[in-house]
């Protein structure tokens, strides 16, 4: 099906794109890479008369460290980018390898990781592990900005707490601990993730503690508090046992769907899985020394 007609504005700067959005109001939305947005317009699923291309927006690009050693995201950094980059390899390593498993090198070369967020398709890798990272998000529009918590940005299936005129203007990870590890994988036989699993490790009283998050099961992020308490004093070695276990029952009581990446009892069972193997990957970390 062929698009329906629409102006393409393109701005260089953010106020210039915010102004578009302002200016036009419901019949506008920005546009980044075009992965998703592309083809629900072809889909006619959505329609818009105006659409504020953001690629000439310089300071949506690129990642850097900020005053506290935190690493800032640009919300037009691409998933390619993104795997690439010297600062996340270096600081971010779990969250170079989820950017470099994303979707097919076309969708990583074009896609950007404000626009996975933004657009909030439950089956996505990145939303879990910024949660575990404690990520926020910062949304500008026209003479305000707001941080959001990453774990409150996504509230269900497509819905996030962005506004009309705001844009998400980057990503901002605090610096990580040097003594905190993470890991993240997921399970899919379809071009997205069916399930992911990401965990966060650090030295707590003489053993350690965990932050462990299941992404794309239901419509946002979901944190297993009751892995988490197992965890709390659990020995080193007992580690990943002790969260397949308590895992198994934490995810029978998650919300999940059939849908065409499995039942939902597959899916469950799928994060229970990944949980211990993710929680076994980030307590070999601490011992490795990666971060
Ligand atoms: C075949 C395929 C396979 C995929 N596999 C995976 C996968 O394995 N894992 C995974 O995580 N993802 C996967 N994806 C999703 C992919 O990550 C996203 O398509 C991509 O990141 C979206 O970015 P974009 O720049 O193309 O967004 P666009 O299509 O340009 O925009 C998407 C939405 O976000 C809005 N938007 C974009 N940028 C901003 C911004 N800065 N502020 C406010 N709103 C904004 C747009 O208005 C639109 O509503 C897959 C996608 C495809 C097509």
């Known amino acids: 099906m062929a698009i329906r007609p629409f102006q393409l504005h393109r701005p260089d700067s953010l106020e210039e794109a915010l102004a578009l959005l302002d200016e036009h109001g419901d ?3 920005p546009i980044a890479g075009g992965t998703e947005l592309l083809v629900a317009l072809k889909a006619r699923v959505l329609h818009y008369e105006h659409l504020v291309d953001l690629k000439r927006v310089r300071s949506l690009r690129g990642v850097s460290l900020d005053a506290a050693g935190g690493i800032v995201i640009g919300a037009l950094s691409t998933h390619h980018e993104l795997a690439n980059d010297p600062l996340i390899r270096e600081h971010l390593p779990a969250y170079a390898t989820l950017s470099d498993n ?7 070369a074009a896609g950007t990781v404000g626009g996975n967020l933004c657009f909030a398709e439950p089956h996505a890798d990145p939303p879990a592990l910024l949660c575990a990272l404690g990520a926020s998000v910062l ?11 990453m774990e409150d940005f996504i509230t269900s299936d ?3 707490e962005r506004e009309d ?3 998400l203007t980057r990503i901002e990870v605090p610096r990580p601990a040097s003594d905190r590890t993470f890991a993240y994988a997921n399970v899919g036989h379809l071009e997205r993730p069916a399930v992911g699993v990401a965990v966060g490790c650090r ?14 099961i239901a419509g946002r992020p979901v944190r297993l508090a009751a892995v988490e308490q197992a965890l709390a004093h659990a020995p080193r070695a007992d580690a990943a046992t002790i969260a397949r276990r308590t895992a ?36 070999r970390g601490q011992a490795k020394g990666n971060k």
């Open 158 to 160: 497509f819905t996030t």
């Open 102 to 108: 994303v979707a097919n090198i076309r969708v990583r």
């Open 203 to 216: 030295p707590h009283g003489g053993g350690y503690s965990y932050d462990v998050w299941v992404g794309a």
């Open 165 to 167: 005129g705001e844009l």
């Open 27 to 29: 019949d506008a939305s």
């Open 139 to 149: 949304l500008e529009g026209r003479g305000r900005s707001r941080r959001v918590r």
């Open 248 to 283: 198994e029952q934490a995810a029978s009581e998650l919300e999940a769907h059939d849908d065409i990446h499995g039942s939902a009892d597959y899916k469950r069972h799928l994060a229970a899985v990944l949980v211990g193997r993710m929680v076994d990957q980030a307590t």
